[in-house]
Nanobody
């Protein structure tokens, strides 16, 4: 059983910073990518950032344009932890942030999700 648990959300003023963490437990045999998504009130979940390291076609770190230069994705394999460092936060960054692991499986690919952590940016 794979579990992803996010933490680090909270209330911050515009221009401030937060670092989200995502701890993975359980066995994930072949990770294609890990990333972060967010869902703002009344909107669909959107992709934020991905670190692809198990797919040579898309290898690398990718960000949605709206967060480029402000957000940084990283990982600590020894701690099974993924991070999303967010600087210069804006009110439009307010959302529930979800950790995602995209893994290879015999049938194709499987996605794992955390429960989400709320980030609120005040103006």
């Amino acid at each position: 059983q794979v579990q992803l648990v996010e933490s680090g959300g909270g209330l911050v003023q515009a221009g401030g910073s937060l670092r989200l963490s995502c701890v993975a437990s359980g066995s994930i045999s072949s990770i294609r990518a890990m990333g972060w998504y967010r869902q703002a009130p009344g909107k669909q979940r959107e992709w934020v950032a991905t670190n692809v390291y198990g797919d040579s076609t898309y290898y690398g770190t990718h960000y949605v344009d709206s967060v480029k230069g402000r957000f940084t994705i990283s990982r600590d394999n020894a701690k099974n932890t993924r991070y999303l460092k967010k600087n210069n936060l804006k009110p439009e960054d307010t959302a529930v942030y979800y950790c995602n692991v995209d893994a290879w499986a015999p049938s194709g690919r499987v996605n794992y999700w955390g429960q989400g952590t709320q980030v609120t940016v005040s103006s």
